[in-house]
């Protein structure tokens, strides 16, 4: 029985940080015209986060992925090293960054040959830094602040194109919300008969409702007025 707990709640651990994973992702590659579709991006960011988890399970797998990492890296250099090929890299490494300074500045198109490239490195970096502040080290203001500070840069540059990214990233943030305030709660008073897991599937309908209900708010054209203080 605790073993499936466990489990459990590694899943739905998993499953949540995928998904924030996810809405970030696409909202990122959607904006740069990545011709990636959002269940791509989704498997994606799940097969991702689960590597995260079996490499950061314990010091062990820490040390050997670390160890084989190191290895691979001085193992290539040398036999790139030898085969005269470490200049040719390193000079495809400085135009492939180049080209994302460019591209993302608007003075160059999208190169198809750099793409994937390029949406690797986004799916690793969201992912992990998703993964550690929702796992790892839980941080809700750290979750909030960042996918806060992605939309609004898009909003400001005219470059949001994902609404299902935003609306994917509002659901999932207030259910980190609310977790948020669960584990306060436990903190003061701890209480065992708290399903983490089982919270989660409750405050996804909520979470979802509330939203629909801040959408169907009528907003308005002008600013808020106040007669009273105008006059």
């Not at 689960?50 to 691979?72: F, M, P």
């Not at 001085?74 to 400085?94: N, W």
């Not at 608007?106 to 550690?132: H, K």
Request: glycine share 4%; hydrophobic share 55%; net charge positive.
């Amino acid at each position: 029985m605790i073993h499936a707990k466990k489990l459990l709640n590694n899943l739905m651990n998993l499953a949540l940080s995928a998904f924030l994973s996810f809405s970030l992702i696409y909202a990122l590659t959607s904006s740069l015209l990545f011709d990636y579709a959002s269940y791509e991006i989704l498997l994606f960011a799940f097969v991702l986060t689960c590597i995260w988890h079996g490499v950061s399970y314990n010091r062990l797998s820490l040390k050997i992925t670390g160890a084989v990492i190191a290895g691979t890296i001085v193992i290539s250099s040398i036999l790139l090293a030898l085969t005269g090929k470490l200049v040719r890299l390193a000079l495809g490494l400085s135009s492939f960054f180049t080209w994302i300074a460019d591209y993302i500045q608007g003075y160059d198109t999208l190169n198809r040959l750099y793409q994937p490239y390029l949406a690797l490195m986004l799916c690793v970096v969201v992912t992990v830094s998703i993964y550690i502040f929702t796992v790892k080290k839980f941080n809700f203001f750290v979750l909030l602040v960042g996918g806060i500070a992605i939309f609004a840069a898009q909003w400001m540059y005219e470059i949001f194109v994902s609404y299902l990214s935003f609306y994917s990233f509002l659901v999932i943030i207030l259910i980190y919300y609310f977790i948020h305030i669960l584990n306060k709660n436990i903190a003061k008073e701890p209480n065992e008969y708290v399903n983490k897991s089982v919270f989660s599937l409750w405050m996804l309908p909520v979470s979802i409702i509330v939203v629909i209900v801040c959408l169907m708010i009528p907003a308005k054209s002008k600013p808020i007025e106040f007669p009273w203080l105008d006059k």
